[in-house]
């Protein structure tokens, strides 16, 4: 609404719907790691993980907490995402292994459950009040040709930073053994233990892993979200929206999902208002799945009769 | 197919078989009254009805409000458990369904002076509408789409009020004036009392008529769609259809929820709908026990006393109070996980295993019945406990 009123030249219109494309780039690379960690369980456990909002909120006060007395952004970056590994380990032997195979709604309510649990703690734990969470780099936008557009240094991070993740995760699961190995124990569980994969160690590496990819999330976004027990609650059901919208068996379409969300909520959020957002995320969601029910990299599973 | 032949079997164990069925075979003559689900039905909510009539008379104002509050759940639990217990839906956006219609209510009420009943009327009319497009859209959606799909709606839903602040007064929402008693029930009759009688009577005509709903050939509809889709389209069920009804129902019920909602709070304002209410009714449904009536209720009375009692907790305690403000949340955290953990089928699961234990005590030892007896019995009620009232 802003804007949008009354542009003087037509290079404003451009730097405009420039600098809404590249944040709708940053922000989807959010999303897209989110929808990377929620994919990434979904194909191995069948489980839609709610509470990843909390566990990348949690490592994300970890890392702070680090940070503020090193004082180094990248120990403590490291540290968050080492927190993630063992946090989505224990939560998936601890948590998650007893209501395998039950009801799925149980498994969704544990996970729920934990969210609130996490949130309650890092209440306990850190206080309720926001906090101002440093970025790996710059936060001024570039300067081109006299312009500045609305993208800095660090968003360039943020993006380089979760394709990389997204990249070494595809090459793993592609080209190594171990990566052969989670594929089977995820489709075809008995059939694996049969031929010796050890399943249920790999189920605990696919949550590690995972919750890996929603920490880094947690780190990237909190700079502009700031940090606080409920802040992430968007970014979790954003990217749960991208998951859905990409075909959860599908990591490319995590992305892909994420980097479109993105995209099209910073336009209506740009060229409407960002009350629309919400509802702008639902049409989305609504116009892809009825195109195509499972995603759109979704592909034709037989039915079982 | 093996599915649909058993689920009547399994509601011979809690209940009569179809009146149908009773007519073809004769029944012995001291059972044909408990034979007719509908009498049976009837007494089922005219005891509910004494016993909330006596609960309303008995509580202090403040716990009179809590069992207005308790009836409001109900009403919505119930919708949800038919939706997701009985025909295999699972729906993250049953708050965006109750906003539609509280705010339907609050509007009427508020700008066109409608009273009460009418504008109860057409909250459940504008949020059966409003579900019935969401289940055209989830008949074509399985699993985390749907519920991902859901999730989105009640996202969304409390986002319209703020983009529309002119209509649905933005974030504070819309005032109505609270219920007045009125003058024959006496001048010391309270309001909270009188909040509390109109919640538990719709919440009673709901329950008389999803309880019909749920025995009678809708239910088995439903309960072979949820078992298998397939097989019951193979059966003549024409599954779409079935499944946009589910939905129809269950926002009819959340409609009711809405208005309620306003009746008791008087305020119909976007922070009451975030899509925490969703989950929070999601997690009722579960806890209490997925697909049965039965559950709703213990669902409905979790959700009401759960955050109270993990309150007056975390004060007795006498913690920091950044650790307080956080106990309650934290406690309700803890519930959900332990509870899927210990009682995966919820407290109605609990009910029903410890009802079987002390049935088998009181019937003596095993002996008396032939295995052979005795044990399809068994399974047909493991395999039919999820859709049971």
Same mark, same amino acid.
């Given at each position: 609404?802003?804007?949008?009123?009354?542009?003087?030249?037509?290079?404003?219109?451009?730097?405009?719907?420039?600098?809404?494309?590249?944040?709708?780039?940053?922000?989807?690379?959010?999303?897209?790691?989110?929808?990377?960690?929620?994919?990434?369980?979904?194909?191995?456990?069948?489980?839609?993980?709610?509470?990843?909002?909390?566990?990348?909120?949690?490592?994300?006060?970890?890392?702070?907490?680090?940070?503020?007395?090193?004082?180094?952004?990248?120990?403590?970056?490291?540290?968050?995402?080492?927190?993630?590994?063992?946090?989505?380990?224990?939560?998936?032997?601890?948590?998650?292994?007893?209501?395998?195979?039950?009801?799925?709604?149980?498994?969704?309510?544990?996970?729920?459950?934990?969210?609130?649990?996490?949130?309650?703690?890092?209440?306990?734990?850190?206080?309720?009040?926001?906090?101002?969470?440093?970025?790996?780099?710059?936060?001024?936008?570039?300067?081109?040709?006299?312009?500045?557009?609305?993208?800095?240094?660090?968003?360039?991070?943020?993006?380089?930073?979760?394709?990389?993740?997204?990249?070494?995760?595809?090459?793993?699961?592609?080209?190594?053994?171990?990566?052969?190995?989670?594929?089977?124990?995820?489709?075809?569980?008995?059939?694996?233990?049969?031929?010796?994969?050890?399943?249920?160690?790999?189920?605990?590496?696919?949550?590690?892993?995972?919750?890996?990819?929603?920490?880094?999330?947690?780190?990237?976004?909190?700079?502009?979200?700031?940090?606080?027990?409920?802040?992430?609650?968007?970014?979790?059901?954003?990217?749960?929206?991208?998951?859905?919208?990409?075909?959860?068996?599908?990591?490319?379409?995590?992305?892909?999902?994420?980097?479109?969300?993105?995209?099209?909520?910073?336009?209506?959020?740009?060229?409407?208002?960002?009350?629309?957002?919400?509802?702008?995320?639902?049409?989305?969601?609504?116009?892809?799945?009825?195109?195509?029910?499972?995603?759109?990299?979704?592909?034709?599973?037989?039915?079982?009769? | 197919?093996?599915?649909?032949?058993?689920?009547?079997?399994?509601?011979?164990?809690?209940?009569?078989?179809?009146?149908?069925?009773?007519?073809?075979?004769?029944?012995?003559?001291?059972?044909?009254?408990?034979?007719?689900?509908?009498?049976?039905?009837?007494?089922?909510?005219?005891?509910?009805?004494?016993?909330?009539?006596?609960?309303?008379?008995?509580?202090?104002?403040?716990?009179?409000?809590?069992?207005?509050?308790?009836?409001?759940?109900?009403?919505?639990?119930?919708?949800?458990?038919?939706?997701?217990?009985?025909?295999?839906?699972?729906?993250?956006?049953?708050?965006?369904?109750?906003?539609?219609?509280?705010?339907?209510?609050?509007?009427?009420?508020?700008?066109?002076?409608?009273?009460?009943?009418?504008?109860?009327?057409?909250?459940?009319?504008?949020?059966?509408?409003?579900?019935?497009?969401?289940?055209?859209? %989830?008949?074509? =959606?399985?699993?985390?789409? !749907? +519920? @991902?799909?859901? &999730?989105?709606?009640?996202?969304? #839903?409390? *986002?319209?009020?703020?983009?529309?602040?002119?209509?649905?007064?933005?974030?504070?929402?819309?005032?109505?004036?609270?219920?007045?008693?009125?003058?024959?029930?006496?001048?010391?009759?309270?309001?909270?009392?009188?909040?509390?009688?109109?919640?538990?009577?719709?919440?009673?005509?709901?329950?008389?008529?999803?309880?019909?709903?749920?025995?009678?050939?809708?239910?088995?509809?439903?309960?072979?769609?949820?078992?298998?889709?397939?097989?019951?389209?193979?059966?003549?069920?024409?599954?779409?259809?079935?499944?946009?009804?589910?939905?129809?129902?269950?926002?009819?019920?959340?409609?009711?929820?809405?208005?309620?909602?306003?009746?008791?709070?008087?305020?119909?304002?976007?922070?009451?709908? %975030?899509?925490? =209410?969703?989950?929070?009714? !999601? +997690? @009722?449904?579960? &806890?209490?026990?997925?697909?049965? #009536?039965? *559950?709703?209720?213990?669902?409905?009375?979790?959700?009401?006393?759960?955050?109270?009692?993990?309150?007056?907790?975390?004060?007795?305690?006498?913690?920091?109070?950044?650790?307080?403000?956080?106990?309650?949340?934290?406690?309700?955290?803890?519930?959900?996980?332990?509870?899927?953990?210990?009682?995966?089928?919820?407290?109605?699961?609990?009910?029903?295993?410890?009802?079987?234990?002390?049935?088998?005590?009181?019937?003596?030892?095993?002996?008396?019945?032939?295995?052979?007896?005795?044990?399809?019995?068994?399974?047909?009620?493991?395999?039919?406990?999820?859709?049971?009232?």
């Amino acid at each position: 609404m802003t804007a949008s009123d009354t542009p003087t030249s037509g290079s404003e219109v451009v730097t405009e719907f420039v600098n809404l494309t590249l944040g709708g780039i940053s922000s989807g690379a959010v999303y897209a790691s989110v929808a990377l960690a929620l994919v990434l369980i979904w194909r191995a456990t069948r489980i839609v993980n709610f509470a990843q909002g909390g566990m990348l909120m949690f490592t994300t006060f970890i890392a702070y907490e680090v940070i503020q007395h090193t004082g180094s952004y990248w120990f403590g970056f490291v540290v968050a995402l080492a927190s993630g590994f063992v946090l989505g380990a224990l939560v998936e032997r601890m948590l998650i292994r007893p209501v395998e195979g039950g009801p799925p709604l149980n498994a969704v309510i544990v996970t729920l459950g934990l969210l609130i649990f996490l949130e309650a703690l890092a209440g306990m734990l850190f206080g309720g009040q926001l906090k101002s969470f440093p970025p790996a780099f710059s936060i001024r936008g570039f300067d081109v040709g006299g312009t500045r557009y609305a993208f800095a240094p660090s968003d360039t991070f943020t993006v380089l930073s979760v394709f990389g993740v997204a990249l070494a995760l595809g090459l793993v699961f592609r080209y190594t053994s171990l990566g052969l190995k989670m594929r089977a124990s995820a489709f075809a569980p008995e059939v694996a233990r049969l031929l010796g994969v050890r399943v249920g160690r790999l189920l605990t590496l696919g949550w590690a892993l995972a919750a890996v990819a929603g920490s880094l999330a947690g780190v990237l976004v909190a700079p502009s979200v700031f940090l606080g027990p409920d802040q992430f609650d968007g970014v979790l059901i954003y990217g749960f929206v991208a998951a859905v919208i990409g075909g959860l068996d599908s990591p490319l379409g995590a992305v892909v999902g994420g980097i479109g969300l993105g995209l099209v909520l910073s336009y209506v959020s740009g060229y409407d208002s960002s009350s629309s957002v919400t509802l702008a995320a639902l049409i989305v969601l609504m116009a892809v799945l009825m195109i195509r029910p499972g995603g759109i990299f979704s592909t034709t599973s037989v039915r079982r009769v | 197919m093996t599915e649909l032949s058993s689920a009547p079997a399994g509601d011979n164990l809690s209940a009569s078989p179809p009146t149908g069925t009773a007519a073809a075979t004769p029944a012995p003559p001291r059972r044909r009254v408990r034979d007719s689900a509908l009498i049976r039905h009837l007494a089922i909510t005219a005891l509910a009805g004494v016993v909330l009539w006596l609960l309303s008379l008995w509580l202090t104002p403040f716990n009179d409000l809590r069992l207005a509050n308790g009836a409001y759940y109900f009403v919505t639990l119930a919708g949800l458990t038919l939706l997701t217990g009985l025909s295999g839906q699972i729906s993250l956006g049953q708050g965006g369904l109750v906003a539609a219609g509280a705010y339907t209510s609050a509007l009427l009420m508020a700008n066109n002076h409608w009273a009460l009943i009418p504008a109860l009327v057409a909250s459940v009319v504008v949020a059966s509408l409003v579900g019935g497009l969401l289940g055209i859209a %989830a008949a074509r =959606l399985r699993g985390p789409y !749907l +519920a @991902g799909a859901t &999730l989105a709606f009640a996202l969304a #839903l409390p *986002g319209i009020t703020d983009r529309f602040a002119g209509t649905f007064g933005g974030e504070n929402g819309i005032t109505t004036n609270a219920p007045v008693p009125p003058t024959s029930l006496g001048a010391n009759f309270s309001p909270e009392r009188w909040q509390a009688w109109i919640a538990c009577l719709a919440a009673l005509v709901v329950l008389l008529l999803l309880l019909n709903l749920s025995r009678a050939g809708t239910g088995r509809t439903l309960r072979a769609v949820r078992d298998d889709e397939v097989a019951a389209s193979l059966c003549g069920i024409n599954v779409a259809r079935t499944q946009v009804s589910a939905f129809v129902v269950s926002a009819a019920c959340a409609g009711v929820g809405g208005a309620l909602y306003v009746e008791i709070s008087n305020l119909a304002a976007p922070d009451a709908f %975030a899509v925490t =209410l969703s989950l929070s009714l !999601l +997690a @009722g449904v579960v &806890l209490g026990g997925l697909g049965s #009536l039965a *559950g709703a209720v213990y669902g409905s009375i979790v959700l009401v006393l759960l955050p109270n009692w993990s309150t007056d907790l975390a004060n007795d305690l006498s913690l920091n109070q950044q650790v307080s403000s956080n106990l309650p949340l934290a406690f309700y955290g803890l519930v959900l996980i332990i509870a899927m953990l210990a009682a995966p089928r919820g407290i109605q699961g609990v009910v029903l295993t410890v009802t079987r234990w002390l049935r088998s005590l009181r019937a003596g030892p095993p002996d008396t019945l032939t295995p052979a007896a005795s044990t399809p019995g068994r399974i047909d009620t493991d395999t039919s406990t999820g859709g049971e009232g």
